[in-house]
């Protein structure tokens, strides 16, 4: 199944025009500076706002093809809607709140149950309380159940922890983890935190002056040199693994393919998948295997390409740990020529820090 997009609207100093195609399952992360038009095309795709000559189409219903007349209004596509800030009923507390959200469906059409939905989401203890009396982030929870309570066929998700402090945020993340586990709902979610796309996403679709600038499953599209700027915090990688084990010296290990990375000590149980995030300017190379350095993790790896770097005298090298991994290192244009580092070359890449999502 698919979600088939074609947006274009011109506006005063500012165009957007794309065309998408996405998987309809998982999280798809639009990423992009303020004012590239993610917000207008999370809008665009609710029918919040109608932009001439568009086309959107989810599975086999399609919900907007101007060329045929064909604009299903807001109210009657099945979509959850989660603002940045959380806006719940004042007057009810949060299980009248939830109970609105389910109510907006019928019985025989509702696709989620209420106890499941409280359960993933933590809602039990806070059943009774006012929106008034409760943390951002659980006010955030509660929109998220209640928009989740509608049976939606597709979450749209704008900027959803943007309003809240650092603590707040990964209080709730685990949380949006595990809905993506247990639910088969596909999200769109709104981000300019690079941080949280790395984290949530299975999909990323990077976004600069209304266009699509790049657009694929998120380890892929984060290896393409060109775009690596378009992150605003540096070109990275992603690996995903499960931990492994705890160690002495306060570390832990993340199994990934036939290749183990030490992390600093995680409080996860063995098995946990986990993702970290590793920054291109925190991998260096060398053509033998270094044994008197206090890196603890180098893996032997094949360069796959070698491209310039967001500044002058920076290159971004590509190196393929396996099939599946492969890893950013961010060098001088100095170093790439003196070490000789070419595409097919085998080297030894060591990561000095991995950023635990
Ligand atoms: N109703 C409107 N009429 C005219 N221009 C608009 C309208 N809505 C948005 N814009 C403009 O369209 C551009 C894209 O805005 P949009 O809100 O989609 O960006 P965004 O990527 O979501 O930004 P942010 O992260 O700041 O929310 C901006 O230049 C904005 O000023």
Not at 23 to 29: E, K, L, R
Request: glycine share 8%; with cysteine.
């Amino acid at each position: 199944m698919a979600i088939v997009a074609k947006f274009r609207v011109e506006r005063e100093g500012f165009t957007l025009d794309m065309a998408l195609n996405l998987p309809a399952t998982g999280i798809t992360a639009l990423y992009g500076a303020s004012g590239s038009g993610k917000t207008t095309c999370l809008r665009a795709i609710a029918g919040l706002e109608r932009l001439p000559n568009s086309f959107f189409q989810i599975g086999t219903e399609v919900w907007q093809d101007e060329s045929n007349g064909i604009f299903v209004p807001p109210h009657q596509r099945q979509i959850g809607y989660v603002f940045q800030e959380a806006s719940l009923f004042p007057h009810l507390d949060v299980a009248a709140n939830l109970q609105f959200g389910q109510k907006r469906i019928a019985a025989a059409e509702r696709q989620v149950s209420e106890s499941h939905i409280i359960e993933l989401l933590g809602l039990k203890p806070l059943l009774k309380r006012s929106p008034a009396a409760l943390s951002g982030g659980e006010r955030q929870r509660v929109a998220i159940a209640r928009a989740l309570l509608t049976s939606p066929q597709l979450l749209l998700m704008d900027e959803p922890l943007s309003a809240l402090d650092r603590a707040l945020k990964q209080e709730i993340l685990p949380y949006l983890e595990r809905l993506h586990q247990e639910l088969a709902i596909p999200v769109i979610y709104v981000s300019h935190a690079a941080d949280e796309v790395t984290r949530l996403a299975d999909h990323l679709v990077l976004i600069d002056g209304g266009e699509v600038k790049a657009a694929g499953p998120i380890k892929q599209v984060l290896l393409d040199h060109q775009h690596a700027e378009l992150f605003n915090d540096g070109a990275s990688s992603v690996i995903e693994g499960q931990i492994s084990g705890h160690l002495e010296h306060y570390a832990s290990e993340l199994r990934f393919g036939r290749f183990a990375l030490r992390l600093s000590q995680q409080d996860h149980p063995v098995g946990q998948q986990l993702r970290c995030r590793v920054f291109a300017s925190d991998v260096s190379v060398c053509l033998t295997q270094p044994h008197d350095t206090s890196i603890s993790n180098i893996f032997p790896a094949k360069v796959s390409s070698v491209g310039d770097g967001r500044r002058p005298g920076e290159k971004l090298v590509t190196l393929q740990l396996d099939q599946q991994q492969h890893l950013l290192a961010q060098l001088s244009s100095h170093s790439v020529e003196r070490l000789q580092i070419h595409p097919g070359h085998h080297v030894w890449a060591q990561v000095k820090s991995v950023a635990v999502l």
